[in-house]
């Protein structure tokens, strides 16, 4: 359960101001939305102004690897090559890849070619062709702080049924933005990301969706974009996530590689897109700060 400080006690946000003239109205509105039976977010998720600062510092790093990605990658690369990218900007740039050694993961980045849906691995196999789609999901550490986003990319002539998925992706990202209001519940996001997949024809994932992120690489809530309106942690000033829905052209099954254990695929084999962004939550709405 939430819980207020005394009026008296230092406030829990490091401003060092008394707690009722700084957060004690704002932890009042928290647990009025509490006692409507709506689940509120823990008070360790909402970030210090110096956490996003050093969240948005990461940011810098992460999406200059993406755009160096996006500059290079071409038909006849191999996905080992942008993992080498990868690897040699961030630590260029003085970060770490967070996909390295996470959780046993042996590569610096994710890249998802067609079919697959994401944490495909790395390999000096794997050739581009012209004509794929391959996602690219990538995310920096740097002074303990996470950023995290994932970009698709067209190689060569992509098919126009590829190419619309795609978009159609990305507008289900931005359909989620809009949605994306203080005080409301994170479930009336995912809802508008699913309902605009579903009207242009396509599944969204279900078992995988965003993260809480920043202070950790994955921290609550886990974000649904199958969710419904009115369902799900309220979206509360301060909170950082992604929304990173992985929209499928046929079936939303999937199953995972036996081979690696990692690597997620459409159970139809048909072609799958995500994008990728990581936001803060405002007074006013939200501010990217990852894409
Ligand atoms: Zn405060």
Redesign the pocket.
């Known amino acids: 359960m939430y819980t207020r400080l005394e009026r008296n006690d230092e ?3 490091g ?1 060092g ?1 008394k707690y009722k003239s ?2 004690a109205a704002f932890d009042d509105k928290i647990i009025k939305f509490e006692s409507q039976g709506i689940k509120v977010p823990d008070r360790s998720l909402f970030k210090t102004a110096e956490d996003i600062e050093g969240i948005k510092k990461s940011a810098v790093i992460n999406m200059a690897v993406l755009d160096e990605v996006g500059d290079k990658i071409r038909a006849g690369m191999s996905t080992q090559d942008i993992d080498d990218i990868v690897n040699d900007v961030t630590t260029k740039m003085g970060g770490i890849p967070a996909d390295l050694n996470y959780e046993g993961f042996p590569k610096s980045v994710c890249t998802s070619i067609n079919e697959e849906v994401c944490h495909g691995i790395p390999s000096k196999d794997i050739i581009l062709k012209d004509g794929d789609i391959i996602n690219v999901d990538c995310s920096t550490i740097l002074n303990g702080y996470f950023s995290d986003s994932s970009r698709m990319f067209c190689i060569g002539d992509v098919s126009p049924e590829k190419k619309r998925l795609v978009d159609v992706t990305k507008e289900c990202l931005e359909e989620g933005l809009k949605a994306v209001k203080p005080w409301t519940p994170i479930g009336d996001m995912g809802h508008a990301v699913h309902q605009h997949a579903l009207k242009n024809g396509y599944t969204v994932v279900r078992e995988i969706g965003g993260h809480g992120c920043g202070n950790a690489f994955h921290e609550e809530p886990f974000v649904s974009f199958v969710s419904k309106p009115g369902t799900g942690m309220l979206m509360v000033p301060g909170m950082v996530f992604t929304i990173e829905p992985m929209v499928n052209m046929g079936t939303n099954e999937i199953f995972i590689d036996e081979d690696n254990d990692w690597t997620v695929y459409t159970a139809d084999l048909k072609p799958s897109a995500q994008w990728e962004v990581e936001l803060l939550v405002t007074e006013t709405g939200y501010e990217l700060l990852c894409w």
């Open positions: 406030c829990w946000c401003s101001k700084c957060h």
